[in-house]
């Protein structure tokens, strides 16, 4: 069974920093697919940002612009999102999702583990 756990959510002022983590309990974590999708309340869940097994194909939704970076370290079972430049209309839950396969995934329905969330909450 996979367990993915969130953290490094908060509160920030807009144009500030956040970097969150994902960890998972799982063995084979290397082999997983990771994203990271936020929700903010009445919306759907939108992916933010993806990575592959290998960490060398990384997929960001339009809306990032290069302010975001997703990375992973194997070695610590981790994947993280480093957000710069937040904006207010990011405030939202934010979840990591994994999928066990191959090739990057950038649908919610795509992958079968996911995080309880972290809330990020960017202030004007």
């Known amino acids: 069974q996979v367990q993915l756990v969130e953290s490094g959510g908060g509160l920030v002022q807009a144009g500030g920093s956040l970097r969150l983590s994902c960890t998972s309990s799982?063995?084979?974590?290397?082999?997983?697919?990771m994203g990271w999708f936020h929700q903010a309340p009445g919306t759907a869940r939108e992916l933010v940002a993806a990575?592959?097994?290998?960490?060398?194909?990384?997929y960001y939704g339009g809306f990032v612009k290069g302010r975001f970076t997703i990375s992973r370290d194997n070695a610590k079972n981790t994947v993280y999102l480093q957000m710069n430049s937040l904006k207010p209309e990011e405030t939202a839950a934010y979840y990591c999702?994994?999928?066990?396969?191959?090739?990057?995934?950038?649908?919610?329905?795509?992958?079968?583990?996911w995080g309880q969330g972290t809330q990020v909450t960017v202030s004007s």
């Open positions: 999702a994994g999928r066990r396969s191959f090739s990057i995934a950038t649908e919610e329905g795509q992958y079968n583990y």
């Open positions: 799982g063995s084979s974590f290397s082999l997983f697919n």
């Open positions: 990575i592959d097994w290998t960490g060398e194909t990384t």
